[in-house]
């Protein structure tokens, strides 16, 4: 009987072109879901049929709830070696196995680059502007000789402060681990937390959501910061304290965000971010390129097929 498989998550209607699924027809039925996350019940119906489900990074939540209502589900697929939406202990004890694939590396850096020159020249106002039949309206700001402070210098981290360093820009980092020996290797000077948000003009997070770090660009490091600057995060949404920021930019105290995640994904439709003006915001569009779908999903295949020859590759195991 052909295993039944679900490729969910797929928002954008995309999944079934990026690759070629058809190797898999040997092995069971792919089915292409469009839906955003849901309440449990809506999602257990959703799923219910599946043995095979192939999920993309922290958009619906599989908890110990979610799993139990799921009896036929064999394998659990994510895109990347880390999921902080799969509990992989439920999934564990209750004989699910959980795979990962690789990361094209080059997509979260490049959209964070995008974001910091788009908002320091004002690219979306001036373009809608001039669709509107209007000419110049402000001054662009500059980047060369500015400080960029990196918070996390990860490889996604170290390829932005690289970004800086082509741009002219004196860079500083900081992060729970961060040694000077490591910001030193990449040309970055390792800073203080106090310090990296009082001296950046531009500050960019690359930090994994954890219990450690959420929450830790609170109200009090937001009003560390300079006036004009501008705050970008392509990380997580949890590791900036929203209603701070949103305080933030609504009384100016900051100059501006770039965002491009967020606490609650899909964003609500009447939250403050889609209206504010010193607000630059794109809708998690990080990883969503067209080489990093493409690696995900051709390796979410090679791990279906490793697993139904009972020979499963890049197990993801809960911690401990």
Known sequence: MAVQIAVIDDWQDVARDVVDWSVLDSIGQVTFLHGYPADRDTLAERLQRFEVICVMRERTVFDEGLLRCLPNLKLLLTGGMRNAALDLKAAADLGIQVCGTDSYKHAAPELTWALIMASTRHLVQEANALRAGAWQQGLGGDLHGKTLGVLGLGSIGTRVAQFGQVFGM?????????????????????????????????????????????????????????????????????????????????????????????????????????????????????????????????????????????????LLMPAG
Do not use: C
């Open 170 to 314: 004196r860079v500083i980092a900081w992060s729970q681990n961060l040694t000077a020996e490591r910001a030193a290797e990449v040309g970055v000077t390792q800073v203080s937390k106090q310090a990296l948000f009082e001296h950046a003009d531009i500050l960019s997070i690359h930090l994994v959501l954890s219990e450690r770090t959420r929450g830790l660009v609170d109200a009090q490091a937001l009003g560390w910061m300079k006036p004009d600057a501008l705050l970008v995060n392509t990380a997580r949404g949890p590791i900036v304290d929203e209603a701070a920021l949103i305080d933030a930019l609504q009384h100016k105290r900051l100059g501006a965000a770039a965002l491009d995640v967020f606490a609650q994904e899909p964003l609500p439709a009447d939250h403050p971010f889609r209206t504010l003006d010193n607000v630059l915001a794109t809708p998690h569009v990080g990883y969503v390129s067209q080489q990093n779908y493409r690696q995900f999903y051709s390796l979410m295949i090679e791990d279906i097929q490793a697993w139904a020859a009972g020979k499963p590759i890049r």
